[in-house]
């Protein structure tokens, strides 16, 4: 996702850009996406959810992802022709039926146990697809989450978003709920093209430091931070923001975590 782009007066963006376009509609995906599939309700609307799973590198059911993943295609019509199945099936296999593991062992998907319980499944998942060999095909990891539900498992997600770069150095790692696209910008400088459907919506974004506070500056929110005061728990986060224009510059000393909505659903 992240490249450069020539800006309109003939100069170069510095720092990193990010096209998340094709994350959010599903069109013009690349072939180094890898989906991850984790133990959460699939809420994301049917053709979305097909297009990204069948046109992904190599697809990961997670543990309790698997269950999911099975009663989706035995609860659609068809569904067997409609969706791949799982390259990978990884976890612990405490959430995971007996009645779903027997269904993928009849698919010969290649069945990985982690037993480790320093981890989790989702940190786990990741480290199994550099193993079996995924690392220098993929590009970008998509995990498929909500987020509602368990606040612990939430910030979970949140925390393996930490750990990835050491895990799979430059891969990109997204989580994707059925209403909001949110990944880690680290320390530097980043340029977000906003699709214009959400401009026009005026569709939520948020940035929130985790874990340690940072300096942040922002063009093209609507609520601009200008660096006079630290975002940090105890002073003051950007929640609730939206969109001033089709980018957003965005510069931070410290971690933060981009969420920006993909339906005017919970504005």
Known sequence: MP?????????????QQWIPTSLID????????????LNRPILLEKHYFTTLWNGAKVRVAVDGGTNRWVDYVKGNINGEQLLKPPDLVT??????????????????????????????????????LKTQGYEKNITRVLALCE???RLDQIMANINTLFLAQSILPGVDVFLRSS??????????EHNIDIPQRLVSERIWCSLVPIGQGCVCTTEGLKWNLDGSRSLQFGSIVSTSNTYAMNRVRITTDGPLLWSMGTTPKDM
């Open 147 to 149: 987020s509602s539900g």
């Open 3 to 15: 490249n450069d782009d020539d800006l309109p007066d003939g100069g170069v963006l510095k720092g």
């Open 179 to 188: 209403n909001s696209l949110s990944w880690l910008l680290r320390p530097g």
């Open 91 to 128: 976890g612990d296999f405490d959430s995971c039926n007996q009645e779903a593991m027997q269904y993928v062992e009849q698919l010969k998907c290649t069945i990985v146990h982690t037993p480790d319980q320093n981890a989790t499944d989702f940190t786990k998942s990741l480290k199994v």
């Open 26 to 37: 599903g069109h013009g995906l690349d072939n180094g996406l890898a989906i991850v599939l």
